[in-house]
């Protein structure tokens, strides 16, 4: 789910602890303090600031937030009374008075524990090569005590002492994904032992980072398969777009810019028309998993989009397409949808490269609730959506409810 609490001053705290923290991380890298771990500055510390609980107890991010204000005013008071010797005894008044009077929360409430790679990211891209690389460590790894789903139920999973988490939840966008990384590298144990297998050794760091992307895909489809949505708005899979005429480019391209539609077509779906609202990005079944006539069939939607056919009254058909051959049961799994049945399909992501709303294949097109993720403070606009067409109503809902994404507590 999108970030609990809507406070802007909140999620600009969490920001700037971030900033501060990795700039600090940084600085001790390049002073030669810390070294490396696993590609990137390692934190050197057991704990680190907890920003995941801050986020959920709004009253406990206040007071920190005061006692930041009043250690910050306390300082300045400090500083302008060695300049300023005539006030010196009202300034170190003032400075003890805000330190007395601020609330000072218990650091076990505002600290957590930490690893060496808790402030690493994730190098893959979230390409939809590395999800179907992930896809195939997560079948031969972990779907023995996960479950092919992700819904902890796998064929181990009573033998453990402890049930793996099902991935049908926001676990995975809460943690912090450096956390994630060292604990399938390094297991997890409670206090009676062991309860999640390491893999170090077994798998290199990239296996790791794919099986946590692909980990977020399983995430959406078990969510799709209990309540019918995402848990947390997924990323948009990055992939190579192919353009007619035009060069190549990464999906990640457009984020930050433009929405993007992606649209699963084949002979029975031809390419909806270009909308200047979004990018409309094309995925096609791989000629290679198609079988008999449906093969023909699929080439046969290439064509849809020659000149010659396009009336120009709606006019031209969308033709930038995704290069990927796993695309196809990628966004599949996604829409929480077997290959077979997805033609129809679409997914809209918003501007920053979140993937927030789907039209299911059957529907055909975009019905009223079409997005997934939504927050408390979302349709508070006058319109009404009668007054709209769905898929207006649909882009309206997204852009009037950005996600306030939170990861391990901290905006991501
Ligand atoms: C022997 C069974 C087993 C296998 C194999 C296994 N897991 Fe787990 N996993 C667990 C259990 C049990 C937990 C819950 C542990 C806990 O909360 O202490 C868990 C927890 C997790 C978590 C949640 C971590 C967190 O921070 O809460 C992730 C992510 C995860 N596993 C990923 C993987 C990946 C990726 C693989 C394969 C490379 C894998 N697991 C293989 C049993 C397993």
Same mark, same amino acid.
């Given at each position: ?87 010196? /005894?009202? =300034?170190? !008044?003032? $400075?003890?008075? +805000?330190?007395?009077? %601020? ?5 076990? #409430? ?105 980990? /977020?895909? =399983?995430? !959406?489809? $078990?969510?799709? +398969?209990?309540?019918? %949505? ?5 990323? #948009? ?111 809209? $992501? ?63």
């Amino acid at each position: 789910m999108t970030s609990p609490p809507s406070h802007l001053w909140l999620n600009a705290l969490l920001q700037a602890l971030q900033f501060v923290q990795s700039t600090w991380l940084g600085a001790l890298y390049a002073l030669g303090i810390t070294d490396d771990s696993h590609g990137a500055p390692a934190w050197p510390w057991a704990q680190r600031i907890a920003g995941e609980n801050l986020v959920i107890d709004v009253a406990l991010a206040r007071q920190f937030a005061w006692m930041l204000a009043a250690i910050a005013f306390a300082i300045v008071c400090l500083l302008l009374a060695l300049c300023w010797r005539r006030a010196w /005894r009202w =300034l170190t !008044a003032a $400075a003890i008075g +805000a330190l007395v009077l %601020s609330p000072w929360p218990s650091p076990t #409430l505002w600290l957590t524990a930490a690893v060496p790679t808790s402030f690493h990211s994730s190098p893959t891209g979230f390409t939809v090569d590395s999800i179907a690389r992930g896809s195939r460590i997560y079948s031969a790894q972990c779907a023995a005590c996960h479950g092919a789903d992700g819904r902890g139920e796998g064929p181990l999973a009573a033998t453990l002492r402890r049930w793996p988490p099902t991935m049908a939840s926001a676990l995975l966008s809460r943690r912090a994904d450096g956390e994630l990384f060292w604990h399938v590298l390094y297991g997890m144990r409670d206090d009676q032992g062991v309860t999640m297998p390491g893999f170090v050794g077994r798998l290199s760091d990239r296996e790791v980072w794919a099986a946590l992307d692909y980990m /977020r895909v =399983l995430s !959406a489809s $078990a969510g799709m +398969a209990a309540g019918g %949505s995402w848990p947390v708005p997924i990323a #948009l899979p990055s992939v190579a777009v192919k353009c007619a005429g035009r060069p190549d480019r990464p999906l990640d391209a457009w984020r930050g810019h433009q929405r993007v539609r992606v649209v699963a077509v084949d002979a029975a779906h031809p390419p909806p028309f270009e909308d200047p609202r979004f990018l409309t990005l094309l995925i096609r079944r791989d000629d290679g998993q198609a079988t008999g006539p449906a093969t023909a069939s699929v080439r046969k939607v290439a064509t849809v989009a020659a000149p010659g056919n396009v009336t120009p009254l709606f006019g031209t058909r969308a033709d930038c397409v995704a290069d990927a051959r796993d695309a196809w049961p990628v966004f599949a799994q996604i829409a929480g949808a077997s290959a077979a049945g997805l033609a129809g399909t679409e997914w809209l $992501a918003d501007r920053d490269g979140w993937l927030r709303a789907l039209a299911p294949a059957g529907r055909r097109g975009w019905a009223d609730g079409g997005l997934m993720c939504t927050t408390s403070t979302s349709l508070q606009d006058g319109d009404t959506a009668s007054a709209r067409d769905p898929l207006t109503a649909t882009l309206r809902e997204m852009d009037n409810d950005p996600v306030r994404f939170v990861k391990g507590g901290f905006v991501h």
